[in-house]
């Protein structure tokens, strides 16, 4: 049985805290098995993507709205983050940039960690004009992202 | 971009040549740039091997990550070594994720790290 939790958020300036406090605690009763290591891939990849909006998306002089769904049935999980911004390329970005060339990286690997921790992924336009990244992780999944050493 | 609710660093000078670095909450976009300067300082002032102690570590971000790699960039060329002590469990799914185990040697605690550097 899928069980599925839903925060909204309207601040950047404290939305990672604000997200990881929910995986720290109890009470937010994330639909996520406690110490398993899919929490912990399901709380990167959502950072990731926040870290990428909070960085690089345009608002305009709209008031940042972010909404983030977590559903799970222990086995699967689908997250959803839906954001107010005029959006992003990420398909785009993703096929021209399929893996990482560069030995040691600083920078640009964050989309990468991204679709390297999930089974499926997603960004589409949404009917009311705002945005959504779609993605879906395993439990017992042992992702590996290749980074040139 | 710096966030005053991510803790900073401490560094502590086991020797002339050995730090350790307590990473605290978070090693992200959001705090990056303060550990690539306090390394840069440490690797300027001789130091060449780096123990980083996760032990508190909630956050281990791409961009974090990104400032080890650069820190390891400046440091082998001089036989220095960068190390993981006290992984949390958050941390090791980004090292498993990224295999970065292969570089970077991880220890049980500090101690256990700089008994290996002492003895290499």
């Given amino acids: ?149 | 971009m710096h966030n005053p609710s991510v803790m900073s660093f401490t560094v502590e000078l086991l020797n002339a040549e050995t730090v350790v670095i307590r990473i605290g909450k978070a090693l992200d976009f959001r705090n990056a740039a303060e550990f690539k300067a306090i390394c840069q300082e440490q690797v300027q002032k001789g130091v060449r091997n780096f123990i980083l102690d996760f032990s508190e570590t909630g956050i281990l971000d791409s961009t974090g990550l990104g400032a080890i790699f650069s820190l390891y960039r400046q440091v082998s060329p001089r036989n220095g070594q960068v190390v993981f002590a006290s992984v949390s469990r958050p941390v090791q799914v980004v090292v498993q994720l990224t295999r970065t185990y292969k570089v970077f040697r991880q220890f049980p605690s500090v101690e256990a790290a700089q008994e290996a550097l002492q003895q290499a």
């Fill in chain 1, 1 to 149: 049985m899928m069980k599925e939790v839903r925060y909204c958020f309207d601040n950047l300036e404290d939305l990672i805290d604000r997200v990881h406090a929910l995986f720290s605690r109890p009470d937010a009763d994330l639909p996520l098995p406690p110490e398993g290591e899919m929490r912990y891939r399901v709380q990167l990849a959502i950072h990731e993507w926040l870290a990428n909006l909070i960085q690089h998306a345009r608002f305009g002089n709209r008031r940042p709205s972010i909404e983030l769904t977590i559903r799970s049935n222990g086995d699967l999980v689908e997250c959803f983050i839906d954001d107010n911004s005029e959006g992003f390329d990420l398909n785009g970005r993703l096929k021209s940039n399929p893996s990482i060339q560069e030995a040691f990286p600083e920078r640009g690997m964050g989309l990468h960690f991204i679709r390297a921790c999930t089974r499926e992924l997603n960004y589409v336009r949404l009917k009311d004009g705002r945005h959504r990244l779609i993605f879906t992780m395993a439990k017992d999944e042992d992702p590996w992202l290749d980074i040139p050493f």
